[in-house]
């Protein structure tokens, strides 16, 4: 390359702009292998603390898009639409919208990641369903989206596959919470897998990347800005990860929570929510108003409809559609072991970053880039913020794999759990919505 990478991360390092040519170059060393991962890394932590102005942003997400295909959908058919979570614990809300949203008659091209620090990932999620591939060819991708209405994968070499490289070492050298890393990598997924309507679910609060709501406010509006000048229209919602959605944390146990949200049951907060996302994804995709397409997406859930795509998604995508009906035919942990409070009163809180930490000890995410996932471990909690509890009764439910991580979990999780007196406030599960278009 014509530059070179160490003085391009000096220039970051020190605070200064770097031109087009140089981000252009940087991410092609990345993609021939000519930067190192010791670089790539420091170039992360040089952005982390020195940040990147609008047009250094837009250049290296151009950049991280180019390093694959991009589709697009000129052909007539359904719109495409498509949500992206910031990262919260929990979060399964992807696998319910793509599917219900497929059935509502939208085509959902769904790019996601892997876990990312103590958040859960999609991919991990999808592939706890023996089978499960996440890594189609595009044409395969291709024609599954053309069937079901909805695919999801991750980054492949056929596409974003330069935020692959970059999103498994952010993982792992702390540098997941940088505002502009985390707008590159979302936006480029999305631009490269075609979204012509994308919703932002940007979380804040205790198990955030960006517990500060301002802070996550200021992600929104990185996001949106560059998600319109690459085409994309999109809309934020700014929603609480306080604590975790759902009651499932754990790759198995959170598809087994989306089944059941598909089939009209599971927690209501994970129904509420999707309900809400879907809603901005019809109404950014067909200009329909806000609340008009809700009683559908509800009927669609209820009816079992939405679950039945999700069936032949599985099933086209090589998974064991045997877990729709028989859930408990996914992995399953061979220790489970109940936690109880030892007082009286109300949950006020079970902080979703200690949550999701003890979910990744348990081995349900990575500590290096190599590690392998265990689909089968995780924590079921039991209670929400706000719920009455008496002295003794189970609050969560440890899913291990080893008798001495299910006691270590056991003493993370004890710890992270707070229940007081007066019943607390519990926070909106969405804070504000922030339309795209100012
Ligand atoms: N989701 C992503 O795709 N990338 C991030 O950096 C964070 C969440």
Not at 25 to 35: I, T, Y
Not at 176 to 193: C, G, R, T, Y
Not at 372 to 390: F, M, R, S, Y
Not at 406 to 431: E, F, G, H, I, M
Request: charge should be negative; proline fraction near 6%; aromatic fraction near 4%.
């Amino acid at each position: 390359m014509s530059f070179l990478p160490q003085e391009i991360i000096r220039r970051k390092r020190d605070g200064e702009t770097l031109t087009e040519a140089e981000i252009a170059a940087f991410v092609s060393g990345v993609s021939d292998e000519s930067v190192s991962e010791g670089q790539i890394a420091a170039f992360a932590m040089a952005v982390y603390f020195r940040g990147l102005s609008a047009d250094e942003l837009h250049v290296l997400t151009r950049e991280i898009v180019t390093s694959g295909r991009r589709l697009s959908f000129d052909d007539g058919g359904p719109p495409t639409v498509d949500k992206h979570s910031t990262g919260g614990v929990g979060d399964k809300v992807s696998l319910v919208l793509a599917p219900l949203l497929a059935e509502y008659g939208l085509r959902v091209p769904m790019i996601s990641g892997r876990g990312l620090a103590h958040t859960g990932g999609t991919l991990d999620k999808l592939e706890s369903i023996p089978g499960f591939r996440t890594d189609l060819p595009l044409l395969r991708f291709e024609q599954v989206l053309a069937e079901v209405g909805c695919a999801m994968v991750g980054q492949t070499p056929e596409i974003a596959p330069l935020d692959g490289r970059l999103y498994a070492l952010r993982d792992v050298t702390a540098t997941v919470p940088s505002i502009p890393l985390v707008a590159a990598s979302i936006v480029s997924k999305k631009v490269a897998e075609g979204a012509s309507a994308l919703v932002l679910d940007v979380k804040y609060g205790k198990g955030a990347f960006f517990p500060d709501p301002s802070d996550a406010e200021q992600l929104a509006s990185t996001l949106l800005d560059l998600a319109r000048e690459m085409g994309v229209d999109a809309t934020a919602l700014l929603t609480s990860m306080d604590e975790p959605l759902g009651q499932a944390v754990g790759n198995a146990l959170e598809v087994r929570e989306a089944i059941a949200c598909l089939r009209g049951d599971g927690p209501a907060d994970l129904r509420e929510l999707t309900l809400e996302i879907c809603s901005e994804a019809v109404s950014a995709a067909t200009g329909c108003d806000l609340e008009a397409a809700r009683p559908r997406l509800s009927e669609i859930l209820d009816s079992g409809a939405g679950l039945e795509r999700f069936r032949r998604l599985v099933e086209l995508q090589g998974g064991d559609a045997r877990v729709i009906d028989d859930p408990d035919s996914l992995p399953a942990a061979p220790i489970r072991t109940e936690l109880t409070t030892p007082d009286s009163g109300f949950v006020r809180e079970f902080d979703a970053l200690e949550v999701g930490w003890t979910s990744v000890m348990l081995g349900a995410g990575r500590r290096g880039v190599a590690d392998q996932i265990d689909p089968a471990v995780g924590v079921e909690l039991l209670v929400k913020i706000g719920t009455e509890v008496e002295a003794g009764q189970p609050v969560a439910r440890i899913h291990a794999r080893t008798a001495e991580q299910a006691a270590a979990a056991r003493k993370r999780l004890s710890a992270a759990l707070t229940v007081s007196d007066q019943a607390p406030r519990v926070p909106p599960l969405v804070l504000k919505r922030l339309p795209g278009q100012v």
